[in-house]
């Protein structure tokens, strides 16, 4: 599997990144590619707004447009960024995992741990999907909504979770469109993407065109899971 991270311009200037900009196969159109998730690929969109008192780093993955939000008071570098978010990753997959009852034992959140921890290191590009800003403008939106409603004096990581929480359960449409089979919610592909590629040999249950003991590929078209 491939991982790409795709960073804004705002987000490299802040942590002084000198990175490639990401161009189409003819290489052009530099800086404004589209992100792509798969079979064999996984990417994630980052940007960084200024908050009154703090810097937030949005982190946006290309398939569902599932959502992490991370608040820093003191101005991050990228290191100190990639390895929170790596770990707040994980702590999101545990999360829907466990709710949704696909790992009940410690033995099977260990073998979920590892799987997570062999993904390959991330190929970092300056780009910025535009398909993917549209969202995240929406997602500052619901930020100040929430800010306006909770008032919280200092958006911390407990904020910034529940936050997730809420944003990650509002349904999305694909490019606009207004057909009902159109639309879907970022937390749902966002599980059963995770499920494929950091459960193998977990699923409790034979699923037609899959591998015993794995869950289904959500790229390609198969049965839906159910939450339990």
């Known amino acids: 599997m491939k991982l790409k991270f795709s960073i804004s311009n705002q987000l490299t200037k802040l942590c002084k990144l ?10 052009e159109n530099p800086g404004v590619q589209p992100m792509v998730t798969n079979s064999v690929q996984c990417g994630w969109q980052f940007h960084v707004v200024r908050d009154e008192l703090c810097w937030l780093v949005f982190a946006m993955e290309s398939y569902s447009r599932y959502s992490i939000v991370i608040p820093y008071v003191l101005k991050p570098d990228w290191n ?3 390895r929170d978010f790596d770990a707040l990753w994980l702590e999101h997959i545990l999360a829907w995992f466990r709710m949704g009852g696909f790992v009940r034992r410690d033995d099977q959140i260990a073998e979920v741990v590892r799987q997570f921890n062999t993904k390959p290191a991330a190929e970092c590009h300056r780009n910025l999907d535009m398909s993917i800003n549209g969202h995240l403008a929406d997602a500052k939106l619901w930020l100040e909504a929430y800010k306006r409603d ?3 004096r200092l958006f911390d990581s407990e904020h910034a979770w529940h936050f997730c929480e809420m944003l990650n359960q509002e349904t ?4 606009k469109q207004r057909r009902k089979s159109a639309e879907f919610v970022p937390f749902e592909r966002f599980l059963y993407d995770n499920l494929y590629r950091y459960a193998k040999g977990l699923c409790d249950g034979p699923i037609p065109g899959t591998k015993e003991g794995d869950f289904p590929n959500p ?10």
Request: charged share 35%.
């Open 18 to 27: 000198d990175l490639p900009r990401l161009t189409d196969v003819n290489g």
């Open 80 to 82: 100190e960024i990639a």
């Open 150 to 152: 909770v008032k919280p």
């Open 172 to 175: 999305k449409r694909v490019n």
């Open 219 to 228: 790229h390609k078209q198969g049965p839906d899971l159910r939450l339990v």
